[in-house]
């Protein structure tokens, strides 16, 4: 069914170019082709020009350096994201932890549950306690990062709006429409309204993409870090078993 639709937008597609082709003086009408040029808009943006400027360096400032935060973060747990702790005997998980524990917030709460476990302190609500503590840190640093975002891109936004209202008080200030009042104010108005929407667009596509990459890395951490809680309970249970066969003989 659906291969039945390419014949079709293409042939849709072809008969749009051929008529968009045809010269001006077939289709009877004037064609004029107008390019947006992006330094004339800039500078009829007035003085919002500054202020759209300032939050689109701090939002492209913050969104970069999470970003290079969670590509790190992602190098540095890639040997434990690969490692299956279900198939690694306990002494090379404990090798690879203290390794590579300490270079990833990951390996940080991997090492500590490892740990633990050795000195005979974890049981299984301890573990939960340790993963919803390590991932609610991180969650609340990234959340952190996100309130500022979205704060810079709806001041874009705003800035854009008041923009346009101030461009408009300055067309009809005073009862009196004269072209150079009328051409600047809406000149102001419709500039900062392209460029605040522009911004805030920007900063909101870094925010979903960089909240995406996020998620994601909490999840293979959530995931780690079960894996090596099973495995750990199951190491715990053999003890016990073992401390229990020891008793009845003696």
Same mark, same amino acid.
């Given at each position: ?134 991932? #609610? /840190?991180?969650?609340?640093? &990234? ?5 500022? %975002?979205?704060? *810079?891109?709806?001041? @874009?936004? +705003? =800035? ?6 101030? #461009? /408009?008080?300055?067309?009809? &200030? ?5 072209? %150079?009042?009328? *051409?600047?104010?809406? @000149?102001? +108005? =419709? ?60």
């Amino acid at each position: 069914m659906k291969r039945t639709w390419i014949p079709l937008l293409l042939s849709l597609g072809l008969a749009a170019t051929s008529v968009f082709a045809q010269s001006p003086e077939g289709m009877g009408t004037q064609v004029t082709k107008e390019t947006l040029d992006w330094v004339q808009v800039l500078r009829q943006c007035s003085a919002f020009l500054y202020p759209l400027l300032a939050t689109l360096f701090f939002g492209l400032v913050l969104s970069l350096y999470k970003l290079g935060m969670l590509w790190v973060e992602d190098r540095r747990s890639r040997i434990l994201y690969c490692t299956p702790f279900a198939e690694t005997s306990v002494g090379q998980i404990g090798q690879l932890l203290r390794e590579w524990g300490q270079r990833s917030e990951m390996g940080q709460l991997l090492h500590l549950m490892f740990a633990k476990a050795r000195r005979d302190e974890g049981n299984d609500d301890l573990y939960h306690a340790e993963i919803a503590h390590a991932t #609610g /840190m991180r969650r609340d640093q &990234f959340n952190t990062y996100r309130a500022w %975002t979205q704060f *810079l891109s709806d001041a @874009a936004g +705003a =800035l854009g709006l008041l923009g346009t209202v101030v #461009g /408009m008080y300055m067309t009809f &200030f005073g009862g009196k429409l004269q072209e %150079t009042r009328i *051409l600047h104010g809406m @000149a102001i +108005a =419709l500039a900062t309204t392209i460029v605040g929407l522009v911004i805030s667009l920007i900063l909101g596509l870094f925010l979903t993409f960089l909240s995406h990459v996020f998620d994601r890395q909490m999840e293979k951490t959530r995931e780690k870090a079960d894996e090596l809680r099973h495995v750990l309970k199951g190491l715990h249970r053999v003890e016990q078993d073992q401390t229990a066969a020891g008793a009845l003989v003696s």
